[in-house]
């Protein structure tokens, strides 16, 4: 019985099956080869949406590992110049510490709209030394434009003011210079002298019209401006008429204003600005009839309710503190005004004191430009006992005698107080006062002798020396005996930037002089 011949190896493996690689295995091979498309364009990409950037870029990196042969891990010139996008537009959102260049990378409109909201113009040049980018906002948008000074003939400077109006709101500072002055003009450099060709015309008498017309226009366009000056005092162009174009900035919320007008469309332009803080008239004397001294500015009731420090003559003081209003005003500083006394029976300032006595209960500091009489400084103390500061300014007037005077020239030519305690007497009545300028109450002492720690018992300094340090410290117990908050007074030196500084040793129970300079 024969069998059949075993099968050799090479048939067994003919006979099998080849194996199948399982449905999940090719599923993923498949997967794999499925690269999403990523657009290689840059400006596709939004600069302010990092998020979106980085998802793109976390796709860019992880195709690289599903290329074949060469290709892998390498990124096409495209690919390259989106990837260094990418990363600038996430880069400042990413990292331990924020980058500090972040602003820069700003848009230049943005940049542009922060600018607006600096003032000053020592910031504004701070920021333009920076950096080369904040330069060239700076410099030619903003720090040009911020004060100006010209002539209301300069219809050049208006023209450029009405078409650029991105540049006119960025004005602060206004000044109308008079047309015979001889100081330069503060114009941008880019406006040139040379752009005349609106100021010629053939008609001499519709000159004036024009300049006035765009004045009004370009002040319309300053929607910023906070400070106005008008010197211009030989044109046909008056002051009345520009008037209604600064009322129609109601955003300006502090104001400084210096003009020469008529009471009617000044006191329309002062109620029509409710947010003033600050205001600084400088105008004509106004004239008074009667012995009550009435002024001739009348204000609607409620005018100035946020007036918080007024520099004027004393009429336009008069008539704001007489002005009614619902609130009482936060008014606490007054400046600029002079006391006149009473002489021959009237008494030019008697309305004055009882407006400050019944409505200027917020006044703290009020700066004299002059006194006649001890007695007018008396009472102004009695109606404003809560000052902390106090100038007198210089004494005289029409009315006063070298008889009359209480001060002394010392060698040097300086004016001091020989009625220390009467002036002592006079500031007791102020029992918050901190600073008394307008007197000097204090002897010269050369400058070794004013060093701290020399005393009048020191060796080191000459006789005359120890005299005056023995009467200034006289003079300084006076003082903080009958003020005990005083702490500075005048030097003897005057425009020295100095003043004399009162400090107590609590300890000694003494009190000492020092002479210390202050920032002008």
């Known amino acids: 019985?024969?069998?059949?011949?075993?099968?050799?190896?090479?048939?067994?493996?003919?006979?099998?099956?080849?194996?199948?690689?399982?449905?999940?295995?090719?599923?993923?091979?498949?997967?794999?080869?499925?690269?999403?498309?990523?657009?290689?364009?840059?400006?596709?990409?939004?600069?302010?949406?990092?998020?979106?950037?980085?998802?793109?870029?976390?796709?860019?990196?992880?195709?690289?590992?599903?290329?074949?042969?060469?290709?892998?891990?390498?990124?096409?010139?495209?690919?390259?110049?989106?990837?260094?996008?990418?990363?600038?537009?996430?880069?400042?959102?990413?990292?331990?510490?924020?980058?500090?260049?972040?602003?820069?990378?700003?848009?230049?409109?943005?940049?542009?709209?922060?600018?607006?909201?600096?003032?000053?113009?020592?910031?504004?040049?701070?920021?333009?030394?920076?950096?080369?980018?904040?330069?060239?906002?700076?410099?030619?948008?903003?720090?040009?434009?911020?004060?100006?000074?010209?002539?209301?003939?300069?219809?050049?400077?208006?023209?450029?003011?009405?078409?650029?109006?991105?540049?006119?709101?960025?004005?602060?500072?206004?000044?109308?210079?008079?047309?015979?002055?001889?100081?330069?003009?503060?114009?941008?450099?880019?406006?040139?002298?040379?752009?005349?060709?609106?100021?010629?015309?053939?008609?001499?008498?519709?000159?004036?019209?024009?300049?006035?017309?765009?004045?009004?226009s370009a002040l319309a366009k300053m929607i910023a401006l906070a400070s106005f000056s008008w010197s211009c005092n030989h044109s046909p162009i008056s002051i009345d008429n520009v008037w209604p174009a600064l009322l129609r900035n109601e955003e300006r919320k502090r104001r400084k204003q210096t003009v020469a007008s008529t009471p009617p469309p000044l006191s329309t332009f002062l109620f029509a600005h409710p947010n003033l803080e600050v205001l600084h008239l400088d105008i004509c004397s106004i004239l008074t009839t009667g012995l009550s001294s009435a002024p001739g500015l009348v204000l609607p009731p409620n005018s100035l309710p946020r007036l918080r420090e007024l520099h004027s003559n004393k009429e336009v003081a008069t008539a704001i503190l007489s002005c009614p209003c619902d609130q009482p005003r936060p008014l606490e500083t007054l400046k600029g005004f002079r006391l006149s006394g009473i002489h021959g029976g009237r008494d030019p300032d008697l309305v004055f004191l009882a407006s400050l006595k019944r409505r200027g209960t917020h006044v703290r500091r009020i700066e004299l430009s002059g006194y006649t009489e001890m007695d007018d400084l008396r009472r102004l103390v009695e109606c404003a006992p809560g000052l902390t500061w106090l100038d007198v300014g210089r004494k005289g007037g029409a009315h006063a005698t070298a008889r009359e005077r209480e001060n002394i020239r010392t060698s040097t030519g300086v004016m001091t107080a020989t009625n220390t305690l009467e002036w002592a007497t006079l500031l007791s009545d102020l029992p918050d006062l901190m600073t008394f300028h307008g007197v000097r109450l204090f002897f010269e002492a050369s400058g070794t002798a004013s060093l701290p720690g020399v005393t009048a018992t020191s060796t080191q300094i000459s006789l005359a020396d120890r005299s005056r340090i023995r009467k200034n410290d006289e003079v300084a117990g006076l003082l903080a005996w009958k003020c005990p908050k005083l702490r500075r007074v005048d030097h003897w030196e005057e425009g020295s930037g100095k003043v004399v500084v009162l400090v107590k040793d609590h300890e000694k129970e003494k009190v000492r002089w020092e002479v210390r300079r202050v920032k002008v």
């Not at 950037?53 to 690289?64: D, E, V």
């Not at 002055?181 to 752009?195: A, F, G, Q």
Request: proline share 8%.
């Open 1 to 216: 019985m024969s069998s059949a011949p075993y099968p050799t190896p090479l048939a067994l493996l003919s006979r099998q099956k080849p194996r199948q690689k399982p449905v999940s295995t090719v599923a993923k091979a498949k997967a794999k080869k499925i690269v999403p498309a990523i657009d290689t364009n840059p400006n596709s990409y939004d600069r302010t949406d990092p998020f979106y950037a980085f998802n793109a870029l976390i796709k860019l990196l992880g195709s690289l590992p599903s290329r074949i042969g060469g290709c892998q891990y390498k990124l096409t010139p495209d690919e390259h110049k989106l990837s260094l996008h990418l990363l600038a537009i996430v880069e400042p959102f990413v990292g331990l510490a924020p980058s500090r260049r972040t602003i820069t990378r700003q848009p230049t409109e943005v940049l542009d709209s922060i600018m607006f909201h600096i003032d000053s113009r020592h910031d504004l040049l701070a920021l333009a030394f920076s950096c080369h980018r904040m330069y060239d906002i700076v410099c030619p948008r903003h720090l040009e434009y911020r004060v100006m000074r010209c002539k209301v003939s300069s219809i050049r400077v208006w023209n450029h003011l009405i078409i650029n109006r991105s540049l006119a709101r960025n004005v602060r500072r206004l000044e109308i210079m008079d047309e015979r002055s001889t100081e330069p003009e503060i114009v941008p450099s880019s406006i040139l002298p040379s752009d005349t060709d609106l100021e010629s015309t053939d008609d001499e008498l519709g000159l004036h019209d024009k300049q006035e017309r765009y004045l009004v």
